[in-house]
Every structure is written in structure tokens, then in C-alpha cells.
């Protein structure tokens, strides 16, 4: 899941504690994220309102120790900050600079070793200019190190109009035990692509799903109480009831099929 706070939200949560032994975990707290690379220093960033900085946040257990991380992206800095609770105060354990925007961010045990994955969706949260640089929609996988930096593993990318990553999903769909990677994002100005990455081997197989006007919000569970997982598409509006209707109406409805 994640979340969206105001500055003020963000810096408060940062500055809890948590209880917990002591780790040895490097305090990374004035490391300011990697440089850009030239290519990334030419691309163009679509900073939001002047004044505002535009924050993402979800937290997650990334060590296995029981006790959550919080990751937060921020566009001031343009980088993910991981911060540990796990010692007597918490540190920053790790910065990463991100040529995209973070949308979506949501941490799951991936590999089943007790440890989670960092799943960001990226994009732009906007429409791609006309003309310069085009912003494609991602999925990446980060896997924390224990040393240097976490490199990420890109398992999908689509070129669009409108590369916004709407819904990140982590969830057990089909019962094996092992979770699947459910998002959505915008394909056109309207219309949403909702996709399912099932794990492959060492790869991941990605599955199209139903093309919907609108349909930014997904999520699964048994929510017909039947035992199987079905996928629910939320949206604030879609197409009209009736023919004369004149306002589109919104809803929710379940997409079923094996």
C-alpha cells in the first residue's frame, strides 16, 4: 500500500522510535542519494506546483527483524530514504536516486526468506509532454543489500500517454503460497491496463488483464466468500448506465476468470 502525507506528516513519522535490540546497521542519515548519471541529468522532471514537494511513503519489514522500515520518496531530494527503528534511535540505512517517479511503492516478501522486496511502480503522475523526453510507466523490484547500493530489477515497462501507475498490489491470487504483483496504470487518458506478474523461475510472466475506462483502483481477496481470490476494479467513473444518461457513473465490480 501506499500513502501520500504532507511534509509535516512525513518528518513527524521519521522522527519516532520503536523499540528493539541494536543492529549493526550503517547510519546513513547525510548520504544524500547517488548523483545522476548525464542521461538522467538531461531528462526533464515535471516538478509539481513550485513550493510543494511531492512525497510517497509505505513501510515494510526489509530485514526479517520483525520491525518495519519506512521508505519515502520525496521530489525534493528525487530519491528513496529507507529508515531503520530496529536500534535505540531510528538511522537512515539506505538513499537511492530514481530516474522516475516512485506512484506507488509496497514491500512483500517476495523469495520467502523472511525478508521483503521493495515493489515500486514509477512513471510521471501526469500526461508526457509533446514534444522532449517520454516518461514510460514501470515496475521494478528492489532487493536490499547488505552492501552497496540495492540495483533494481525491472520487470515491465510500457510506453504511454500517461504514465501513471495507479494501484500495487501484492497478493496471493491463485493460492500457491507465493504472491503476485497486481497493477494498474493509465494506458490512454481515460483507459486503465490491469496487469498480473506471477514469478517464473528467475523471471516473471505478466498477464493482461481486462482494458478499463478509468478502472485506477484494483485489488483482490475472496470478497464473494467463495475461497478463491478475485480481482475488484474501482472507479470513479465510467461509462454511462444508459445510452441517454448524461453524467458516467462510478463503481466497483469483480473480474472473474481462472
Do not use: C, H
Amino acid at each position: 500500500m501506499t500513502v501520500r502525507f504532507p511534509a509535516a506528516v512525513v518528518l513527524a513519522a521519521l522522527a519516532m522510535t520503536s523499540p528493539g535490540g541494536a543492529q549493526n546497521i550503517a547510519d546513513r542519515s547525510q548520504e544524500k542519494p547517488a548523483p545522476p548519471t548525464a542521461a538522467q541529468a538531461k531528462k526533464v522532471r515535471p516538478y509539481p506546483t513550485p513550493g510543494v514537494t511531492r512525497y510517497t511513503m509505505t513501510a515494510g519489514d526489509l530485514t526479517g527483524d520483525g520491525i518495519a522500515e519506512s521508505i519515502v520518496y520525496d521530489s525534493d531530494s528525487e530519491g528513496i530514504r529507507i529508515t531503520n527503528y530496529s536500534g535505540k534511535a531510528p538511522i537512515q540505512s539506505m538513499s537511492i536516486y530514481v530516474d522516475d517517479i516512485p506512484l506507488q511503492m509496497a514491500v512483500a516478501d517476495l523469495e520467502g526468506d523472511g525478508r521483503g522486496e521493495l515493489i515500486v511502480g514509477a512513471g510521471l503522475g501526469g500526461y508526457n509532454p509533446k514534444d522532449g523526453p517520454q516518461t514510460n510507466v514501470s515496475i521494478r523490484i528492489y532487493k536490499p543489500a547488505s552492501k552497496g547500493d540495492w540495483k533494481p530489477v525491472e520487470i515491465y515497462r510500457k510506453a504511454t500517454e500517461r504514465p501513471d501507475v495507479t494501484s500495487l498490489e501484492v497478493k496471493d491470487l491463485d493460492g500457491d503460497g507465493k504472491p503476485e504483483i497486481l497493477f494498474a496504470y493509465f494506458a490512454s487518458k481515460y483507459m486503465s491496463e490491469i496487469r498480473v506478474a506471477t514469478r517464473e523461475g528467475t523471471g516473471w510472466k505478466i498477464t493482461e488483464l481486462p482494458t478499463v475506462r478509468m478502472g485506477a483502483a484494483v485489488d483482490a481477496g475472496d470478497v464473494l466468500q467463495n475461497g478463491r481470490s478475485m480481482v475488484v476494479v474501482g472507479r470513479m467513473y465510467g461509462d454511462p448506465a444508459k445510452p441517454e444518461d448524461k453524467t458516467p457513473t462510478g463503481g466497483a465490480f469483480v473480474i472473474d476468470g481462472d
